[in-house]
C-alpha cells in the first residue's frame, strides 16, 4: 500500500490550503483514511479522519468547523480542506490507513500500518 501526500506549503494566517492523500485503486476498499500532524517539537496528533463510501467523519476538537474531510468518487483520493489556518496549525501532515480503527479509536497511531511521506504545512 503506498500513500501519496500533496498539496502542502506556505500561506499567511486566516488563509486555505486542500492535502491530498492519493493511493491506488481499491486501496481504501477496506480501510479508514486518518490525516495526522506533527508540529515542532509535539507528538503525532489525529486531525480527520474518514471511511470512504461510509461517510462518516471525526475530528480533533482544534479543528472542529475549520478542517473538512472528504473522498473521491473513485475513493482513490483523500483530502483535506483546512479552512482559517492559524500558526498553531504548522506542522507535517501524513495520512496513514488501517482496518483497526473506529469511531473510540481513529486518532490512535498504532492502529495504522500505512503511512504516507508527509507534507509540510506552514501558517505565518
Known amino acids: 500500500v503506498q500513500l501519496v501526500e500533496s498539496g502542502g506549503g506556505s500561506v499567511q494566517n486566516g488563509g486555505s490550503l486542500r492535502l491530498s492523500c492519493a493511493a491506488s485503486?481499491?486501496?481504501?476498499?477496506?480501510?479508514?483514511v486518518t490525516w495526522f500532524r506533527q508540529g515542532p517539537g509535539k507528538e503525532r496528533e489525529g486531525v480527520a479522519s474518514?471511511?470512504?463510501?461510509?461517510?462518516?467523519?471525526y475530528y480533533a476538537a482544534s479543528v472542529k468547523g475549520r478542517f473538512t474531510v472528504s473522498e473521491d468518487f473513485a475513493k482513490t483520493t483523500v483530502f483535506l480542506h483546512m479552512d482559517s489556518l492559524t500558526p498553531e496549525d504548522t506542522a507535517t501532515y501524513y495520512c496513514?490507513?488501517?482496518?483497526?480503527?473506529?469511531?473510540?479509536?481513529?486518532?490512535?497511531?498504532?492502529?495504522?500500518?500505512?503511512w504516507g511521506q508527509g507534507t509540510q504545512v506552514t501558517v505565518s
Open positions: 496513514a490507513a488501517g482496518s483497526g480503527a473506529n469511531s473510540d479509536n481513529w486518532f490512535k497511531t498504532s492502529l495504522y500500518p500505512y
Open positions: 474518514i471511511y470512504p463510501g461510509r461517510f462518516r467523519t
Open positions: 485503486a481499491n486501496t481504501f476498499d477496506t480501510k479508514r
